[in-house]
């Protein structure tokens, strides 16, 4: 637990950094919306100002609306590229972004999951939260042995993103995503949230049953999943005292 979002970025950059260093080619799988821009950020930086290399980096995206161009404003072609990309030196090539306008979604689908495969796997996978448990666009109720296909968005999940659009009318519907499966082959999981709106969220995912209601709750059964929170969003844990304790006692552990 840190105790603001701008720590909590911080931590994740760190941990993103000692895997890139560890292997210059790593596969990095990304998320999208505001949880981690903070990262993006300190990534940029560190960039600039440490040298972090991103010249042999591979990266995939979750996930894409259905329906938008890749230069539209709320398409995560463009989140990425304006947040991230065009500040790093990762080869246009090495990035993998769903598609939200392919002429045959089941083909594409077909073809991220075997680029996957070719590129080595994901070593390091960064996901946030839905204010219902959701990771990607898994919706409550998604298979935990998913795979990249089209979701059709849950109307909570349409009512929060509303606030980047217009409005709610103009939020897509559908979505290409990958799956709880695809995500959980990666071989490190980072969890980000920050913001009491996700503190229900969290605590279902980390202290409840592995359910497909709250898909984030697969994570449990990852042998290497971490969750990088902010003081607000671990506010629900009933074991808090105890991470805490565990975190201040992690350095000295054998």
Not at 78 to 84: A, P, S, T
Not at 101 to 110: G, L, M, P
Not at 125 to 139: K, P, T, V, Y
Request: charge should be negative; include cysteine.
């Amino acid at each position: 637990m840190q105790n603001d979002a701008k720590q909590m970025s911080r931590v994740a950059a760190r941990l993103v950094a000692r895997v890139l260093n560890a292997k210059p080619d790593a596969v990095l799988g990304l998320a999208t919306g505001s949880t981690p821009l903070g990262l993006y950020k300190e990534l940029v930086r560190m960039h600039r100002d440490e040298g972090l290399d991103f010249s042999q980096v591979t990266t995939f995206n979750l996930d894409e609306y259905v329906g938008l161009t890749r230069d539209h404003e709320q398409s995560y072609h463009y989140f990425m590229h304006e947040n991230l990309f065009k500040y790093i030196n990762i080869p246009k090539q090495n990035i993998h972004i769903p598609s939200g306008t392919t002429e045959n979604y089941a083909a594409f689908c077909s073809w991220y999951e075997n680029r996957i495969v070719e590129c080595g796997g994901v070593d390091l996978q960064i996901l946030g939260i839905g204010s219902d448990g959701h990771i990607a666009f898994n919706e409550p109720s998604s298979s935990l042995g998913s795979r990249t296909r089209i979701k059709t968005l849950a109307k909570q999940t349409i009512d929060d993103n509303a606030r980047f659009f217009d409005s709610a009318e103009d939020v897509p519907i559908y979505a290409i995503t990958m799956g709880v499966g695809t995500i959980m082959e990666a071989r490190k999981l980072i969890l980000m949230a920050n913001g009491s709106s996700k503190a229900e969220a969290v605590a279902e995912a980390i202290e409840g049953p592995v359910t497909s209601m709250i898909t984030a709750s697969a994570l449990q059964m990852h042998p290497d999943a971490t969750c990088v929170l902010d003081k607000e969003a671990a506010g629900s844990l009933k074991m808090l005292d105890y991470y805490t304790w565990i975190q201040t006692k992690m350095p000295d552990a054998p």
